[in-house]
């Protein structure tokens, strides 16, 4: 390909909108452009990455004996709005306004899915009807849609992605940890090749259901998520799922209530400092909505609410929670709470409390008098207040003591690379998707459900392998292998237009710079779009004996002869396994 032919321009300067390092790479570097919030187009450049990475995916499925499909986008709603046997929201009300929804001209109601469990199961139902048919994956490349509150700029978090997803079907249990197993490798092996630095993790199934999951998450500043890590055992996991140990405090005699007078003192931060305490002496608490019902949750004053935590355990209790909310100002005047001063104590029975198991350490605790600038001081359970329901709803933390070794948890940023389920029969229930096992009984198939973002890999990508100049592609993902140059073109022009050839005849992929720019702009140029291997042919190279090759990533540079140019970049190549 030739750069005066190419779909692209690059920027030098980073455009306004770039939240994050990949974004101004990949708009500057002109893989990508915005239409509007979240939704990109991408560019002959960014399309080429996004089909080198689409190879090693497929490659790594189909070794696992994956059957590639496209699976509908446009799902009648019916198929969303399915309730779980076992009780709880229906997809449709999970999925809430992130579901695109929309009427077809005989005004039948229909969705533009996100994710495909629905419909490969229906899927399963038609074609899987033995226990011979069993094990099963198919997976599909395909663009899905989420309408994400707050898109962020760049590929991290978009309206519009494309998607890798595969559905396992399984005739029990065991089958499907071993097919979970398998595709955990094969994610291991995609990621490895992708040249990222990632980590498997426990984290929440969310919407798709299911006990049990597993992220793939990429280390970057630039992710919105918190890891936490064992630096002993090899517990990690998201914080929404993250256990660890609640700290012990020293048992005191249980004194009597007492008011005390705290001016000012809404935060916790006020309050410790007014009354010189330790905020683990404090409660926190804050007050939520669900389903239409006062949710009053209490943690200790040293740690932090977790809203998924919180939402898992009042789906738990049977308590819908897929409108949960914080409390408005009207809705706490309704019930006569005072914001900031709020406590557990002489609350009605239609006031839901949950506690965190913190709460169990300690005691003497101050909280809110339920008037402006009044605590009350030495309050106690059970003699002070009631818990409707004691769980774990409190956010894990940099330095937090590990529940399974004792060890000392860190706290990393991450970003989801993918994300594997282990669903179970929620779908099989759902759709009445069995088999005949060998003695002629009818059961449920057991399903796994397992996704990665492809652009949003792209992403990382770049995240973690730039440098002040530009992009840093691994060899194997870069859009083509080799940056040719073309320098004082007038002098050899036709020595580099022989080497274009000659590369591009030999199966090499090139991208040639045959513009009238100058030696910087394309240098620069080179350097920003971050191919692995540049080879230059200048009056200075000939004049030195031949072309100059240079990796990206490295500093120093070699001349080869032009006659043994093509060889010797062949070799190159092969020796870092792009051949
Ligand atoms: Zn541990």
């Given at each position: 390909?030739?750069v005066s032919?190419?779909?692209?321009?690059?920027?030098?300067?980073?455009?306004?909108?770039?939240?994050e390092?990949s974004h101004?790479l990949?708009?500057r570097?002109?893989?990508?452009?915005?239409?509007t919030?979240g939704?990109?187009?991408?560019?002959?450049?960014?399309?080429?990455?996004?089909?080198?990475?689409?190879?090693?995916?497929?490659?790594?499925?189909d070794r696992?004996?994956g059957?590639?499909?496209?699976?509908?986008?446009?799902?009648?709603?019916?198929?969303?709005?399915?309730?779980?046997?076992?009780?709880?929201p229906?997809?449709?009300?999970?999925?809430?306004?992130v579901?695109f929804?929309?009427?077809?001209r005989?005004e039948?109601?229909?969705?533009i899915?996100?994710?495909?469990e629905?419909?490969?199961?229906?899927?399963?139902?038609?074609?899987?009807r033995?226990?011979?048919?069993?094990?099963?994956?198919?997976?599909?490349?395909?663009?899905?849609?989420?309408?994400e509150?707050r898109?962020?700029g760049?590929?991290l978090?978009?309206?519009?992605?494309l998607?890798?997803?595969l559905?396992?079907f399984?005739?029990d249990?065991?089958?499907?940890?071993?097919?979970?197993e398998?595709?955990?490798?094969?994610?291991?092996?995609?990621?490895r090749?992708?040249?990222?630095?990632?980590?498997?993790v426990?984290?929440?199934s969310?919407?798709?259901?299911?006990?049990?999951?597993?992220?793939?998450v990429?280390i970057?500043?630039?992710?919105?998520?918190?890891?936490?890590?064992?630096?002993t055992?090899?517990?990690?996991?998201?914080?929404?799922?993250?256990?660890?140990?609640?700290?012990?405090?020293?048992e005191?005699?249980?004194?009597p209530?007492?008011e005390?007078?705290?001016?000012?003192?809404?935060?916790i931060?006020?309050?410790?400092?007014?009354?010189?305490?330790p905020?683990?002496?404090?409660?926190?608490?804050v007050?939520?909505?669900?389903?239409?019902?006062?949710?009053?949750?209490?943690?200790?004053?040293?740690?932090?609410v977790?809203?998924?935590?919180?939402?898992?355990?009042?789906?738990?209790?049977?308590?819908?929670?897929?409108?949960?909310h914080?409390?408005?100002p009207?809705?706490l005047?309704?019930e006569?709470?005072?914001a900031?001063?709020?406590?557990?104590?002489?609350?009605?029975e239609?006031?839901?409390?949950?506690a965190?198991?913190?709460l169990?350490?300690?005691?003497?605790?101050?909280?809110?008098?339920?008037?402006?600038?009044?605590?009350?001081?030495h309050?106690?359970?059970?003699?002070?207040?009631?818990?409707?329901?004691?769980a774990?709803?409190a956010?894990?933390?940099?330095?937090?003591t590990?529940?399974f070794?004792g060890?000392?948890?860190?706290?990393?940023r991450?970003?989801e690379?993918?994300?594997?389920?282990k669903?179970?029969?929620?779908?099989a229930?759902?759709?009445?998707?069995?088999?005949?096992?060998?003695?002629?009984?009818?059961?449920?198939i057991?399903?796994?459900?397992?996704?990665?973002g492809?652009?949003?890999?792209m992403?990382?990508?770049?995240?973690?392998?730039?440098?002040d100049?530009?992009?840093?592609?691994?060899?194997?993902?870069a859009?083509?292998?080799?940056a040719?140059?073309?320098?004082?073109?007038d002098?050899?022009?036709?020595?580099?237009e022989?080497?274009?050839?000659?590369?591009?005849?030999?199966?090499?992929s090139v991208?040639f710079?045959?513009?009238?720019e100058?030696?910087?702009?394309?240098f620069?140029?080179a350097?920003?779009?971050?191919?692995s291997?540049?080879?230059?042919?200048?009056?200075?190279?000939?004049?030195?004996?031949g072309?100059e090759?240079?990796?990206?990533a490295?500093?120093?540079?070699?001349?080869?002869?032009i006659?043994?140019?093509?060889?010797?970049?062949?070799?190159?190549?092969?020796?870092k396994?792009?051949l």
């Amino acid at each position: 390909m030739r750069v005066s032919q190419l779909l692209t321009t690059t920027l030098r300067e980073a455009p306004r909108e770039a939240e994050e390092r990949s974004h101004e790479l990949l708009l500057r570097a002109g893989f990508i452009r915005q239409l509007t919030a979240g939704v990109y187009s991408y560019l002959p450049l960014g399309n080429r990455v996004l089909r080198n990475i689409m190879q090693i995916v497929r490659e790594e499925m189909d070794r696992i004996g994956g059957q590639e499909v496209i699976l509908p986008m446009l799902q009648p709603e019916e198929i969303w709005d399915q309730r779980p046997a076992s009780g709880g929201p229906s997809r449709l009300e999970l999925y809430g306004p992130v579901l695109f929804r929309l009427q077809d001209r005989k005004e039948r109601a229909m969705v533009i899915a996100p994710t495909h469990e629905e419909v490969s199961a229906l899927l399963a139902k038609e074609f899987l009807r033995s226990y011979r048919d069993l094990p099963q994956m198919l997976y599909q490349f395909q663009v899905k849609l989420r309408d994400e509150p707050r898109p962020r700029g760049g590929l991290l978090r978009v309206r519009e992605f494309l998607m890798k997803d595969l559905y396992s079907f399984d005739a029990d249990q065991a089958g499907l940890d071993r097919s979970f197993e398998r595709v955990k490798g094969a994610y291991q092996a995609i990621f490895r090749r992708c040249g990222l630095d990632f980590l498997s993790v426990q984290a929440d199934s969310g919407v798709i259901g299911g006990k049990e999951s597993l992220e793939f998450v990429a280390i970057t500043d630039a992710g919105e998520d918190t890891i936490l890590k064992c630096d002993t055992c090899d517990y990690a996991a998201n914080q929404e799922k993250a256990e660890f140990v609640r700290t012990a405090l020293p048992e005191e005699l249980a004194l009597p209530l007492e008011e005390v007078h705290t001016p000012g003192c809404m935060a916790i931060s006020d309050l410790v400092a007014y009354l010189n305490i330790p905020e683990a002496k404090t409660m926190k608490v804050v007050c939520y909505v669900a389903s239409g019902r006062m949710v009053l949750v209490v943690v200790r004053g040293d740690l932090e609410v977790n809203e998924v935590k919180l939402t898992n355990t009042l789906n738990r209790a049977g308590v819908n929670a897929t409108d949960l909310h914080l409390a408005t100002p009207e809705e706490l005047a309704r019930e006569g709470i005072i914001a900031g001063y709020t406590s557990p104590l002489q609350k009605d029975e239609h006031i839901l409390i949950i506690a965190d198991t913190s709460l169990q350490q300690g005691n003497n605790f101050v909280a809110g008098a339920n008037r402006v600038d009044y605590h009350v001081q030495h309050v106690n359970y059970p003699r002070d207040f009631r818990v409707d329901l004691w769980a774990d709803i409190a956010s894990a933390y940099d330095q937090a003591t590990c529940t399974f070794c004792g060890g000392t948890l860190h706290a990393f940023r991450g970003c989801e690379l993918g994300h594997i389920f282990k669903i179970g029969t929620r779908y099989a229930e759902m759709f009445d998707v069995s088999y005949l096992d060998a003695e002629g009984n009818a059961r449920l198939i057991q399903m796994g459900s397992y996704g990665i973002g492809i652009g949003r890999l792209m992403a990382l990508i770049v995240e973690q392998q730039h440098d002040d100049k530009g992009i840093i592609w691994p060899l194997q993902i870069a859009p083509y292998q080799i940056a040719l140059l073309g320098l004082d073109l007038d002098k050899t022009g036709s020595i580099a237009e022989q080497l274009y050839a000659d590369l591009t005849a030999a199966g090499l992929s090139v991208l040639f710079d045959d513009r009238a720019e100058t030696a910087g702009v394309k240098f620069n140029d080179a350097d920003l779009i971050g191919l692995s291997l540049r080879v230059v042919v200048s009056k200075r190279s000939l004049k030195n004996g031949g072309v100059e090759l240079k990796w990206r990533a490295r500093k120093e540079s070699s001349i080869v002869p032009i006659a043994e140019a093509v060889q010797a970049i062949r070799d190159a190549l092969q020796e870092k396994g792009s051949l």
